[in-house]
């Protein structure tokens, strides 16, 4: 069974910062992985997806990078601002079938 | 607009009531997926389906069930079986293989 981990639970950084999130998997075998975010009692808004031959995709300050053979996938987020502050989820999908599954999230706070 | 439509986005239910989400998307996408969060957890896969008259059990699938008679539409009913049903619910599309997109969600909470 797929097991999808996020490290940190909850980050604070001061406006400015690069940081970087991280998503852990246990089964390599994944088609691809995505990345969201979500506001405080909203959905979530899907910010990358990275298929299982990529390294890397880019949007505006967003970076995934995906590294199948260690099970790791990170979200660098250049110069933070207040509007970056939500919770951070990524999600993996297996090959062969549509089931998504989530890991627990990093909760990220930037500091004004 | 296209998108994911999910109603009501609060619901109240009594002990022992079945009670139905609705969740219609308009993106002509095949998957769709049914979810539960719990304060400060992340997402539990309830069911999920890849195609009309088709669908799964994820991994918490006890005390609900899902219809798939339309491409656009997937209700989600919490039976009266499931003991702990408050919860935010969010229901999610997505083309085979690519991008999931989500709903705005629904607020059950038993009264």
């Known amino acids: 069974k797929q097991e999808v981990t996020q490290i940190p639970a909850a980050l604070s950084v001061p406006e400015g910062e690069n940081l970087v999130l991280n998503c852990s998997f246990t089964d390599s075998a994944i088609y691809n992985l995505q990345w969201f975010r979500q506001d405080p009692g909203k959905g979530l808004t899907s910010l990358l997806l990275?298929?299982?031959?990529?390294r890397e995709q880019t949007s505006g300050r967003l970076n995934a990078s995906l590294d199948k053979s260690s099970g790791r996938s990170t979200l660098y987020i250049a110069a933070s601002q207040p509007g970056d502050s939500a919770t951070y989820l990524c999600?993996?999908?297996?090959?062969?079938?549509?089931?998504?599954?989530f890991g627990t999230g990093t909760r990220l706070t930037i500091i004004p | 607009d296209g998108g994911i439509t999910q109603s009501p986005k609060y619901l109240f239910r009594k002990e022992g009531q079945n009670v139905t989400l609705s969740c219609e998307q308009n993106?002509?996408?095949?998957?769709m997926y049914w979810y539960r969060q719990d304060p400060g957890q992340g997402l539990r896969l309830i069911y999920y389906?890849?195609?009309?008259?088709?669908?799964q059990k994820g991994d918490i699938a006890e005390g609900y069930s899902v219809s798939r008679e339309k491409k656009e539409s997937f209700p989600l009913t919490v039976t009266s079986a499931q003991k702990n049903p408050t919860a935010f619910y969010l229901c999610?599309?997505?083309?085979?293989?690519?991008?999931?997109?989500f709903g705005q969600g629904t607020r059950l909470t038993v009264v």
């Open positions: 993106l002509n996408h095949d998957a």
């Open positions: 999610a599309s997505s083309p085979r293989g690519i991008e999931a997109f």
């Open positions: 389906s890849q195609i009309v008259n088709d669908f």
């Open positions: 999600a993996v999908r297996p090959f062969g079938n549509e089931k998504l599954t």
């Open positions: 990275i298929q299982s031959s990529q």
